[in-house]
């Protein structure tokens, strides 16, 4: 099969009550662990791609490495696998065309620290470019703390979504999806301990309200696996008060009108942990394939974790 974009995954989503999960993809290892756990759940995928990605792995050997997961999905499977293949905080117009030129079926652009309407005009610019090739658009309102692409935003800088631009910001860019900031951030510590690590569920639900039938999306949602992080600074690693999202919320955010979630710490924090651990083991081992393959089995159990008990998309394909 083909790419396909994310506008029929979102419409069964919204209708159904459940997200589609966004993986963030560097290399094999973690393009073929998040496919194989896509196809034994029988669950829709949204591959990722950051500027940061392309710039480490090349657009087309990140292309190729996708079209041929998609080929071994196909034959392995013996079932079409719906994949998408998105842009990750695009932060120019010519960096979504070049993606949009390259193959991909749906680009973010991300102009959400600047004014409204500068946001808003750059986002129509994306759209119109986008929607004349038949990809589609997600853009940002709001500002989540954290780190991506090399920027960093404070918790003090960042900001929630305010519900009463949402309808305004849609409607004025043809945007086909929007991600909102209700308490989600980048990276592995988005809460310090003894903070109670909720979400805005109830800005959500005003947006939600103002916005019917329309799918938004949640970036900085890993969960941050207790288990990985105690490997990680059990094997040599430092990353003390590692917190992320709770799965329950999540669970409930996808239960909503949250349409797509966002995932990479969690896959780095699983390739990290089991590398760590391999290493520790196994000190006179130099064969990368003897340390990525647990590495990549890792990805695989927890994507299919993510699919099953917190996106809820599995048997969706
Ligand atoms: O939101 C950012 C993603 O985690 C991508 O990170 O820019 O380091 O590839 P990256
Ligand atoms: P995490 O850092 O929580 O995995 O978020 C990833 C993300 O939002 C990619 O756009
Ligand atoms: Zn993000």
């Not at 080929?71 to 719906?82: S, V, Y």
């Not at 349409?259 to 130099?286: G, V, W």
């Amino acid at each position: 099969m083909a790419i396909v974009t994310t506008k029929d995954m979102f419409a069964k989503a919204y209708n159904g009550g459940y997200a589609i999960g966004a993986f963030n993809v560097n290399n094999m290892e973690i393009i073929q662990g998040i496919t194989a756990a896509a196809i034994e759940e029988h669950a829709p995928l949204i591959r990722q791609v950051s500027k940061c990605a392309r710039a480490y792995a090349n657009h087309i050997d990140l292309m190729k490495l996708i079209e041929a997961a998609i080929e071994d999905a196909q034959e392995n499977a013996g079932f079409d696998l719906p994949i998408a293949v998105h842009l990750d905080h695009g932060d120019s117009f010519e960096l979504c065309k070049s993606c949009i030129d390259g193959g991909f079926s749906s680009v973010m652009i991300d102009k959400s620290g600047l004014p409204f309407d500068e946001n808003i005009a750059i986002t129509k610019q994306v759209v119109e470019y986008a929607h004349d090739h038949g990809v589609v658009v997600e853009a940002e309102l709001g500002t989540l703390a954290g780190v991506e692409d090399e920027v960093k935003v404070s918790a003090e800088d960042s900001s929630y979504t305010r519900p009463e631009d949402v309808q305004e910001f849609v409607e004025r860019t043809g945007c086909d999806s929007l991600a909102i900031a209700i308490g989600t951030s980048h990276g592995a510590f988005k809460f310090k301990p003894g903070m109670d690590p909720k979400l805005r569920l109830d800005i959500l639900e005003e947006v939600e309200k103002r916005l019917p039938n329309f799918p938004i999306v949640l970036h900085g949602s890993s969960s941050v696996p207790q288990e990985f992080v105690e490997m990680i600074n059990k094997y040599g690693g430092n990353m003390p008060g590692a917190i992320g999202i709770p799965e329950s919320e999540l669970r409930k955010a996808a239960q909503m009108a949250v349409c797509k979630i966002n995932i990479d710490s969690d896959l780095r924090l699983a390739m990290t942990a089991c590398i760590r651990q391999y290493f520790a083991e196994h000190p006179d081992h130099f064969d990368p394939r003897q340390y990525l393959k647990p590495a990549r089995a890792a990805i695989k159990d927890m994507v299919m974790h993510k699919i099953k008990d917190v996106l809820g998309c599995d048997g969706k394909a």
